[in-house]
């Protein structure tokens, strides 16, 4: 039967949305980490349907169902353990608490995850700190919990309205959310008439994910895949006015910088949805002659009997893996998080390990998920006296 192929877009409502790449059978959760291999060969999947908004220059996963979505205590994301992450996020925040002059301030962070991010704010201008999450809990390799961090297992509502904010933070989280706008209208309705909170939201950049090929970052749990132009038009649609929309990470991510307002009027760049078009225009064929070249890289280091080992356990790791047929050729998945040690990979099985285990494998090739750890990486890996060929998967 054929599908629709058009959709209302989530951030504008045009009803002009058109799907223009499928991704079918991904794992329906990406990071949650199974403690055996049958449990993770055996995780759910579903389709993915990606649709391109020509007014606005949204681009979001039409079919997203949330039924079939948990974001339980198993789920684990953090980067924090990369020093060249940690960089990120300790100079982002040096920037935040500079700039919006963050002493002794009260800061909520929206799916702060473990509150990494916020104990950073809290640790460089003694501020205090509201982290709410509906995946929080407190691991045993967590350490004790910051006294000026208090925890809330939840998704933002309107029952935060009282709480005390003059920043509030959120950070790969509205990615998340199906209906962005009813969550940034709910957002701008509690900060009510405190017309000096500042937001700060950073989000993965589509920009990245199209025009540099990024297609390891396509994954169920994003319902949206937001442009610098779609990420705008959202905030300002929402009441928001906007002090800055800029790339971070490389690229790879969008930092936006805004605060509440009495009246805002969202307003279309053509050039800019025009850019975004023309990407989006070429991007399935794009994706599929990237899946093929990478198949043909693994099918030529089997016929070689090549080791092969991915670096990264996160969605673009998890992604390949899926993506590609890595079951009964790639073994072990190094990650630097010791969250995720002893775990397996969602779908497709393969053992996360950590990387002083590759001292003993010792493989012929370490596939990189993310350029940007390059350096770290060989470092590490020279430390553990590992002379294997470094690849990025471009
Ligand atoms: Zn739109």
Same mark, same amino acid.
């Given at each position: 039967?054929?599908?629709?192929?058009?959709?209302?877009?989530?951030?504008?409502?045009?009803?002009?949305?058109a799907?223009?790449? /499928?991704a079918p059978?991904?794992?329906?959760?990406? @990071?949650? =980490?199974?403690?055996?291999?049958?449990?993770a060969?055996?995780a759910?999947?579903?389709?993915?349907?990606?649709?391109?908004?020509?007014?606005?220059?949204?681009?979001? @996963?039409?079919?997203?169902?949330p039924?079939?979505?948990?974001y339980?205590?198993?789920y684990e994301n953090?980067?924090?353990?990369?020093?060249?992450?940690?960089?990120?996020v300790?100079a982002?925040?040096?920037?935040?608490?500079?700039?919006?002059?963050?002493?002794?301030?009260d800061?909520?962070?929206?799916?702060?995850?473990?509150?990494?991010?916020?104990?950073?704010?809290?640790?460089?201008? +003694?501020?205090?700190g509201?982290?709410i999450?509906?995946s929080?809990?407190?691991?045993?390799?967590?350490?004790?919990?910051?006294?000026?961090i208090?925890?809330?297992?939840?998704?933002?509502?309107?029952?935060?309205?009282?709480?005390?904010? +003059?920043?509030?933070?959120?950070?790969h989280?509205?990615?998340?959310i199906? #209906?962005?706008?009813?969550?940034?209208?709910?957002?701008?309705?509690?900060?009510g008439?405190?017309s000096? &909170?500042? =937001?700060?939201?950073?989000?993965?950049?589509?920009?990245f994910?199209?025009?540099?090929?990024?297609?390891?970052?396509?994954?169920?749990?994003?319902?949206?895949?937001?442009?610098a132009?779609?990420?705008?038009?959202?905030?300002t649609?929402?009441?928001?006015?906007?002090?800055?929309?800029?790339?971070?990470?490389?690229?790879?991510?969008?930092c936006i /910088?805004?605060r509440?307002?009495?009246?805002?009027?969202?307003?279309?760049?053509?050039?800019?949805?025009?850019?975004?078009?023309?990407?989006?225009?070429?991007f399935?064929?794009?994706?599929?002659?990237?899946?093929?070249?990478?198949?043909?890289?693994?099918?030529?280091?089997?016929?070689?009997?090549?080791?092969?080992?991915v670096?990264?356990?996160?969605s673009?790791? &998890?992604?390949?893996l #899926?993506?590609l047929n890595?079951?009964?050729?790639?073994?072990y998945?190094?990650?630097? #998080?010791?969250?995720?040690?002893?775990?397996?990979?969602?779908?497709?099985g393969?053992? &996360?390990?950590p990387?002083?285990?590759l001292?003993?494998?010792q493989?012929?090739v370490v596939?990189?998920? #993310?350029p940007?750890?390059?350096?770290?990486?060989?470092?590490?890996?020279?430390?553990?006296?590992v002379?294997?060929e =470094?690849v990025?998967a471009?």
């Amino acid at each position: 039967m054929e599908q629709i192929h058009t959709a209302v877009c989530t951030v504008c409502q045009s009803p002009r949305a058109a799907v223009f790449m /499928e991704a079918p059978r991904a794992p329906v959760i990406c @990071n949650v =980490l199974w403690p055996t291999r049958a449990a993770a060969l055996a995780a759910p999947r579903a389709d993915i349907r990606l649709a391109f908004c020509p007014h606005c220059g949204h681009i979001f @996963n039409p079919d997203f169902d949330p039924a079939i979505m948990d974001y339980n205590v198993a789920y684990e994301n953090s980067l924090h353990f990369s020093p060249r992450f940690q960089q990120y996020v300790e100079a982002l925040a040096a920037d935040l608490v500079q700039r919006y002059n963050l002493r002794q301030k009260d800061v909520i962070d929206i799916g702060g995850g473990k509150g990494d991010f916020l104990k950073l704010i809290c640790d460089l201008g +003694d501020n205090r700190g509201l982290s709410i999450d509906p995946s929080y809990a407190p691991g045993p390799q967590d350490g004790p919990i910051d006294p000026r961090i208090t925890f809330v297992q939840d998704y933002y509502s309107e029952a935060y309205a009282d709480r005390r904010a +003059d920043f509030i933070a959120s950070r790969h989280t509205i990615e998340h959310i199906q #209906n962005p706008v009813a969550f940034m209208q709910t957002l701008r309705r509690t900060i009510g008439d405190r017309s000096e &909170i500042v =937001l700060f939201f950073e989000a993965p950049n589509a920009r990245f994910t199209l025009h540099d090929l990024a297609i390891w970052d396509i994954i169920y749990e994003h319902c949206s895949y937001f442009t610098a132009h779609s990420l705008g038009f959202l905030f300002t649609r929402c009441g928001f006015s906007v002090l800055d929309i800029r790339e971070s990470f490389g690229g790879q991510f969008l930092c936006i /910088e805004a605060r509440p307002a009495q009246q805002t009027k969202p307003t279309r760049d053509a050039q800019a949805v025009d850019a975004i078009a023309h990407d989006v225009a070429v991007f399935a064929e794009r994706h599929a002659q990237k899946v093929a070249q990478e198949a043909a890289t693994l099918a030529e280091w089997r016929r070689d009997g090549k080791k092969v080992v991915v670096w990264g356990a996160g969605s673009k790791g &998890i992604t390949y893996l #899926n993506s590609l047929n890595t079951q009964d050729q790639i073994a072990y998945v190094v990650d630097v #998080n010791p969250r995720k040690h002893g775990m397996f990979i969602t779908g497709a099985g393969q053992e &996360i390990v950590p990387p002083a285990r590759l001292r003993e494998y010792q493989p012929d090739v370490v596939l990189v998920m #993310n350029p940007i750890y390059l350096d770290e990486i060989r470092q590490m890996l020279a430390a553990i006296e590992v002379t294997a060929e =470094l690849v990025p998967a471009l």
